[in-house]
């Protein structure tokens, strides 16, 4: 430690500029006046990088002891969002950086602006990630993080006449201060070809993999610190490179260009981030990305583990691994392949180390969205993986046999085989059986899994099934997006509210203050503002901060019902063109969020969204009460703007389809009341702010269920009710489209004649609740009131208290606190 005393390591404000200086010069090879704005950030990030070594040092000396268990988390994403700002929150550095750059004449907004976010991932699942990696650091359980370093990550998005148009994510372009290259931490990964069993030298049956290509993954590493601890675990990403020897045949027969080929072949498995929150349907590439990953970090386990001296049938004590969904699924046959074959274990104890060493976490019911790979696929590229299915296959069918004679039923329905047409792997099932613990992210979302999506395994072993509902980290979305509430939050009941938000229910006593509300709302309104300008930077539309900010942002789709809060727009349009002197309460509709780029619907509903703003927000009879607006772009760096400004968050999405989301929990943290539905983690968040807090509407996942079984009619909810037709001939007169009534005919067909997520069945019911959140909106101490209790009551929400669960049920681990002597 004593090496770094009076180095770079000095947190004074003194020692600050100088490392700062250093690094302008030192490492950016400049001096102060030729420097790039993008000079300056980088230099910024490598002083605070250099804050963050010694800790992170530290951490993973912790993370080499052999009596520790190491949390594992898998996952196909990570989306962190900046690092620059966050970790000087952490550090608790943020108020002497801002001076340190305030005296080198340097705003430290404009180098926070300056930083490219890490998009490593599509939204919900992988900001859960990187949200839990915030809070193991801060509860300072020894973990690592493992995934994919995508050289492009999720695309940038524009939108150019109405339209979304997809720009590929340069995020590396002009470097990554945040990550370390570790070129010497490399693992062979193998696709294709054949296996050959063979004898041992003690004469037992064994298989080899003779593979058709091999392919390298090169280690990088991103620092992850916690919140005002020293434990500082890491996030190791795989980047795909050539092996060595491709280029040394290549040059023996002469074939250079061959050689070059085979290195951009290679490098291809991390090249981009499926954009997709969908199934891929049968992308071999994905599929790559997938097992290069899985097989890098688990070989990286193992050789940590033997450097520990560790004995592989004890391989569970130390590493606890989590798949996040099933993208890394794959990893149940691949430690199996490593310790059978590559370690000579025999198949019985290597399947229990397997079983007792994998978690599942499920975050998905839509049928459509469960993962399968056709066999031919699968077994072309790994075939030594689809024969220990196989055989995974084979045993746990006996089980089931045993279990439950004569039921050939269920048998096919839980085979890791689909075999009803083309044949599939079934990537949950294997999950599932590989893994000691499976869980869903909401209470509802887990009773649908155990009652329905995995059913016969729930029957079969209800001991492995367990609840987690997800939680968001207060420090990026309270404690960094919302300063000014941060600072009235701290100022009534101190700040250990950010690492124990129970206590933010001490702030009830105050809902009666009067003063404490108007500060309450002046804070609200600043937030407005900042996103009114924000707004007027991109999209050059003029809102008004006083008028109610109903915000929906989340990824397009149609389950996440969009297009019925465009019904509720346009209906409320309709009222003031029928009289102009109708008493609408003033709003500002603001929507964000990306399309995959081949999903037709949500492509549309993005341009309906953006054609009913250029005829509401020009229209003199509406005279500027209503403005809807697109947020193009919406990523975790403009989130910071978006969630402390609303007053309302839209969480709609038809019964029984959301997982739990989380979205819904951003905005409550910081005061937006809740209009919604039954779904994912809404319920719980009705339960904890109370129904009165809660503008609640619409079906049951019971409700769909019925209604879908006894033969679903939207025309029936259409013919009954006038507005709704209005609303519907609105849009299918080309009334948004200068006359084309083509443009829109596929959305509303595919309301009237499918409506496969029932928006016309709760199109009434979500009527009545916009107008009763018009009444309460009204009466602005009501609603300060009901905004401050939600504030109060989302101490659940914590993403601190989801990780001690999983810590607790889940992966029996116990904090390790870091010391820097
Ligand atoms: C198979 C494949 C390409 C794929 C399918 C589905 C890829 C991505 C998805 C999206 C799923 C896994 C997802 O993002 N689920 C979301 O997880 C969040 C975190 O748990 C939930 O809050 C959210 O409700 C859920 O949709």
Request: aromatic share 12%; charged share 25%; net charge negative.
């Amino acid at each position: 430690a004593d090496v770094c005393v009076g180095g770079r390591s000095d947190m004074s404000l003194e020692g600050l500029r100088r490392t700062f200086r250093e690094h302008v010069f030192y490492t950016q090879g400049r001096f102060p006046m030729g420097a790039s704005r993008n000079d300056l950030y980088m230099a910024l990030a490598y002083t605070v990088r250099d804050q963050l070594l010694h800790r992170w040092i530290r951490t993973v000396e912790q993370l080499g002891r052999e009596d520790i268990k190491i949390v594992s988390y898998l996952s196909a994403e990570f989306l962190l969002g900046p690092h620059l700002e966050n970790n000087l929150i952490n550090l608790g550095l943020y108020e002497d950086v801002r001076r340190t750059a305030e005296e080198e004449g340097l705003d430290i907004q404009v180098l926070f602006d300056q930083e490219e976010e890490p998009g490593l991932g599509n939204g919900g699942l992988g900001r859960l990630a990187a949200c839990y990696l915030d809070s193991l650091a801060t509860l300072e359980i020894p973990a690592m993080g493992y995934g994919i370093r995508y050289e492009f990550g999720i695309f940038d998005q524009e939108i150019r006449d109405g339209w979304q148009v997809e720009h590929t994510d340069q995020w590396l372009r002009l470097g990554n201060p945040w990550e370390i290259a570790r070129p010497e931490i490399t693992y062979h990964v193998n696709f294709g070809g054949r296996t050959e069993p063979y004898e041992d030298e003690q004469g037992r049956y064994r298989v080899r993999w003779i593979p058709y290509r091999t392919v390298k993954g090169v280690a990088y590493d991103t620092p992850i610190l916690g919140y005002r601890v020293n434990t500082c675990n890491l996030l190791r990403l795989w980047k795909a490179e050539a092996v060595e020897s491709f280029e040394f045949e290549a040059f023996n027969v002469g074939d250079y260009y061959g050689a070059v080929d085979q290195k951009i072949y290679s490098e291809n498995i991390t090249k981009v981030l499926y954009p997709n929150d969908e199934p891929i349907q049968g992308k071999q590439l994905r599929l790559e990305q997938q097992y290069f990953f899985v097989s890098c970090s688990l070989q990286d386990m193992v050789r940590i583990y033997k450097l520990l001296g560790g004995d592989l049938s004890r391989f569970s004590s130390h590493f606890a691994i989590q798949l996040n969904d099933t993208h890394p699924a794959i990893g149940v046959a691949e430690l199996m392949r490593l310790l059978v074959d590559e370690n000579g274990m025999d198949w019985e104890p290597a399947w229990e180390v397997t079983c007792n060493t994998f978690g599942y976490t499920n975050h998905t019911l839509l049928p459509e969205a469960l993962e399968k790979w056709p066999v031919d696929l699968f077994a072309g590229l790994f075939p030594r993986h689809m024969e220990i299915i196989y055989e995974i296959n084979r045993r746990f069918l006996d089980e089931v046999r045993n279990r439950f004679p004569g039921d050939e039923d269920r048998v096919a329905r839980m085979s890791l085989i689909d075999e009803s047409g083309e044949r599939y792997v079934r990537m949950a099932h294997l999950a599932c059986v590989g893994s000691h613990a499976v869980n869903g992210v909401a209470e509802l979302h887990t009773r649908l899994l155990k009652e329905e999506v995995l059913r016969d395994f729930y029957e079969m072993m209800p001991e492995k099934f367990n609840n987690k509902t997800n939680g968001v980290t207060p420090r990026r979305f309270v404690v960094l997006s919302n300063p000014g509430l941060s600072r009235l939050i701290t100022g009534k009941i101190g700040e250990t509210w950010v690492s124990r938000p129970e206590e933010l229910r001490r702030l009830e006593k105050f809902v009666d203050d009067p003063a404490f509300r108007e500060e309450w709302r002046r804070v609200k309104l600043e937030n407005k503002k900042n996103l009114a300008r924000l707004i007027r930077e991109r999209t050059g539309i003029e809102v008004d901060p006083s008028s109610m900010f109903d915000i929906q942002v989340k990824r397009l789709h149609e389950y996440k019902r969009q297009h019925l809060n465009v019904l509720h727009i346009i209906a409320l349009y309709n009222r003031i063109k029928q009289d102009p002197a109708y008493d609408v309460c003033p709003r500002t509709f603001i929507f964000g969020g990306k399309a995959a780029p081949g999903y037709f619907m949500a492509k549309r509903i993005i341009k309906l969204i953006n054609s009913v703003a250029d005829v509401v927000n020009h229209d003199s009879d509406v005279n500027g009460r209503l403005k809807v607006v697109f947020f193009p772009d919406f990523n975790v760096k403009n989130a910071k703007f978006i969630y402390p400004a609303a007053d309302l968050s839209e969480q709609i999405s038809t019964a029984g389809k959301e997982a739990s989301g989380t979205g819904n929990m951003k905005f409550s943290m910081n005061g937006a009341l809740t209009i919604g539905t039954l779904d994912g983690a809404n319920v719980e968040i009705r339960e904890e702010v109370g129904a009165e807090n809660f503008f609640l509407f619409g079906l049951t996942a019971e409700d769909v269920t019925s209604l879908q079984k006894n033969g679903y009619q939207p025309m029936e909810y259409y013919r009954s009710n006038p507005e709704l037709q209005a609303v519907i001939e609105r849009i299918s007169s080309g009334y948004f489209s200068n006359g084309d009534q083509e443009l829109f005919s596929p959305l509303v067909d595919s309301l009237l004649f499918h409506d496969t997520f029932m928006l016309l069945a709760d199109f009434g019911a979500y009527m009545d609740a916009q107008r009763q959140v018009e009444e309460a909106y009204r009466d602005q101490e009501r609603w300060t009131r009901m905004s401050i209790l939600n504030v109060a009551r989302m101490g659940k929400f914590s993403s601190d208290r989801a990780i001690r669960e999983y810590c607790k049920d889940i992966w029996k681990v116990e904090p390790v606190p870091v010391t820097l002597e």
